[in-house]
């Protein structure tokens, strides 16, 4: 009934405490967090425009094949002829796209061996399918499912960033290839996929990278560089070190490993990394 507790608290406590709060309140930003969450920002909306263009892509391929196997006929390549009018209205309509399209796994077609039905736009602006020989008889068979834009979504059931390489099945530019896989009744039956020219890119994302106060660079989950003003770690160059593939397969917050700063740039499968000052 209003008894004193006998304890006082002391009076420069309360002022310390109140000292602390104004401190926390008038603590200027971090540079550096302010200019990593642009170019994580910049990477997130670049990339999931053309993450769209292959979302689209792989929705369409599901419920083609869907449709097909309904009868309990398998698909042959004739099929997919029905994707085209998709693809050439993604060209259109993302200006980063450059090529597009569905890659199927060996097997899945019973009357050739593979398949990729893409289509690209050439340097004129003109919207073309890509044609390869991809009968393992001949010499100039293009064997497409040891590239990574292929065997990362095969292997870890998410999309993923491969590259940047130069793109010899396509269009013998400096590319990155985004991929995702397609699935049918749970059984990987191939990806979806698209392409984005590394000059594209890097002009996307090079101005905000240009503004942290250490050199930077991208990076996917195999450790290639897709873009850098770091000149130790060029673009194209492999990155040893962190497992990048773990930092994107866990929580999307900034990891310090060994001297590095990494932080996964939002959902997409890029690193953001940095020495630690």
Not at 10 to 28: C, E, I, K, L, S
Request: charged share 20%; glycine share 10%.
């Amino acid at each position: 009934m209003g008894r004193s507790s006998g304890l006082a608290s002391p009076a420069g406590a309360v002022a310390d405490t109140a000292r602390a709060d104004v401190t926390t309140a008038h603590r200027a930003p971090d540079p550096f967090d302010e200019a990593a969450d642009e170019v994580v920002g910049r990477v997130r909306d670049t990339l999931e425009e053309v993450f769209a263009a292959v979302a689209e892509t792989g929705t369409d391929t599901a419920t083609l094949l869907a449709r097909v196997a309904g009868p309990g006929r398998a698909p042959v390549a004739a099929d997919l002829a029905a994707l085209r009018p998709g693809l050439r209205s993604r060209l259109a309509d993302h200006p980063l796209v450059s090529g597009v399209g569905f890659v199927a796994a060996p097997g899945l077609l019973t009357d050739v061996p593979g398949w990729l039905e893409w289509w690209q736009r050439g340097p004129d602006g003109a919207v073309r399918p890509l044609l390869l020989d991809l009968d393992p008889e001949h010499s100039a068979y293009s064997d497409y499912t040891h590239w990574d834009w292929y065997t990362l979504p095969r292997e870890t059931g998410h999309r993923a960033a491969a590259g940047p390489y130069v793109d010899y099945l396509c269009s013998d530019e400096y590319s990155l290839t985004l991929s995702a896989p397609v699935e049918l009744g749970g059984r990987f039956v191939g990806v979806a996929a698209a392409d984005v020219y590394l000059r594209h890119f890097e002009a996307a994302v090079l101005p905000v990278l240009q503004r942290l106060p250490a050199p930077a660079r991208l990076v996917n989950a195999r450790g290639r560089v897709a873009a850098s003003t770091d000149p130790g770690h060029l673009a194209g160059s492999l990155t040893k070190g962190p497992d990048f593939a773990a930092v994107l397969a866990g929580p999307p917050a900034e990891h310090r490993v060994d001297g590095l700063r990494l932080r996964p740039c939002g959902d997409t499968p890029l690193v953001l990394v940095t020495t630690d000052a």
